[in-house]
């Protein structure tokens, strides 16, 4: 009695693509290990090599500071002179990098960098006095003619018509402005500090931050802006 024949657990027609897919990654694998072996640097090696050195900095930190914001900060310090890791500090203390869940405060303070309404558009509206909340409206609030007129810090950076305190452009330049003008231009960073919130906590914390970030403020401001 004849033995059946027992079919090949992979066909031929299988065993050619196996072997024609295994020859690129193969010669892909002897390449790349030749190379390091050469220790030759490819082209996008330095872009995974600042990654992670962005990735390792941002470790030292409570929280990351969401890369995307960093060019802001170098706008408004490029224009004010306030440095951006003071801005950023700011924003870290005021907001949270903005990840809270509401961007106005149980006293009135609005936005990404926590304005009071009568500090945005100026204390000479008739309406302000007190804490500063005011009787602003909204059209007034964000108008740059009405701020210009009452001798607010509201700002119209990404010069869209509006200064919103509840964009992060204009938010950040408005609180450089502040910050500018208020003593940073003159080195006073404790008095411009004192004068965004009259707390020398405050003080204390934005200049932890602060001193925090500047340690590698070049370093971030450099990966940050060849990313954006």
Known sequence: MATKKKKPMISPNTKLF?????????????????????????????????KSVYQQIQEQFD????????????EAEQKYGVPW?????????ETRFSSMKSLVSPVGAEG???????TFVGWKHPS????GQGEISEKEKTNPAVIQKYGGYGVDANGDGIADPF?????????????ARAGVKDGQFKKAIFQYNHSDKYVEDILYYYNQYND???????IALQTK
């Open 18 to 50: 196996l072997i024609l897919l295994l020859i690129p990654i193969t010669l892909t694998i002897y390449i790349f290990a030749y190379f390091s072996w050469k220790e030759f640097r490819f082209p996008f090696s330095d872009f995974f090599a600042e």
């Open 63 to 74: 929280m990351e500071i969401p890369i995307e914001y960093i060019p802001v900060y170098v």
């Open 85 to 93: 890791t003071l801005l950023a500090a700011h924003h870290r203390v």
């Open 112 to 118: 990404h960098m926590q304005f009071m309404p009568c």
């Open 128 to 131: 302000c006095k007190g804490l």
């Open 167 to 179: 964009d992060i452009e204009d938010a950040v330049h408005s609180a450089a402005k502040f910050l």
């Open 216 to 222: 590698y403020g070049e370093q971030l401001k450099e």
